[in-house]
């Protein structure tokens, strides 16, 4: 997000001395701001004293903040469910009767070499039920 030129004080103290009277076209000139963006501050910000205003923007950066944390364990969480699908599907085509849990070994290089060491996600309990819902407890501790 682009950061304003203005203080939320100084949007604040325009917005006071268009509400005492003064032509919002002297404003303007006078901060060098356009008549539209003028007016987008006073129906956002319309009203509110400049601790209002900044506890506004805080908010407003705290939301985008989480939307990205957000996405990315979106992201993170579908690459999972994709691995753990690839895994369980090469499991049931193969021939020699070895379940995925003998493959242990292979999931946990996969792992590795793809999100970093799975020993990260196994340790941290919001990923290992995610992750891990139902393995036995060999694969966990198989290094």
């Given at each position: 997000?682009?950061k304003?030129?203005?203080?939320?004080?100084?949007?604040?103290r325009?917005?006071?001395?268009?509400?005492?009277?003064?032509?919002?076209?002297d404003?303007?000139?006078?901060n060098g701001?356009?008549?539209?963006?003028?007016?987008?501050?006073k129906?956002?910000?319309?009203g509110?004293d400049a601790f209002?205003?900044?506890?506004?923007?805080?908010?407003?950066?705290?939301?985008?903040?989480l939307?990205?944390m957000?996405?990315?364990l979106?992201?993170?969480?579908q690459a999972?469910?994709?691995?753990?699908e690839?895994s369980?599907?090469?499991?049931?085509?193969?021939?020699?009767g070895?379940?995925?849990?003998?493959r242990?070994?292979?999931?946990?290089?996969?792992?590795?070499e793809h999100?970093?060491?799975?020993?990260?996600?196994?340790?941290?309990?919001?990923?290992?039920?995610?992750?891990?819902?139902?393995?036995?407890?060999r694969?966990?501790n198989?290094?």
């Open positions: 997000m682009r304003s030129r203005f203080s939320e004080t100084q949007i604040g325009m917005l006071k001395d268009a509400e005492s009277g003064r032509p919002a076209s404003i303007c000139r006078e701001i356009s008549s539209t963006t003028f007016y987008k501050w129906a956002k910000f319309g509110m209002d205003v900044r506890r506004l923007k805080e908010l407003e950066t705290e939301h985008s903040r939307k990205q957000f996405a990315e979106s992201l993170e969480n999972l469910k994709d691995v753990i690839k369980c599907q090469a499991s049931r085509a193969s021939t020699s070895q379940s995925m849990f003998g242990s070994s292979a999931l946990l290089r996969y792992f590795s999100m970093g060491h799975a020993n990260d996600y196994i340790s941290n309990p919001v990923y290992s039920n995610a992750l891990f819902f139902g393995l036995p407890g694969i966990r198989n290094q």
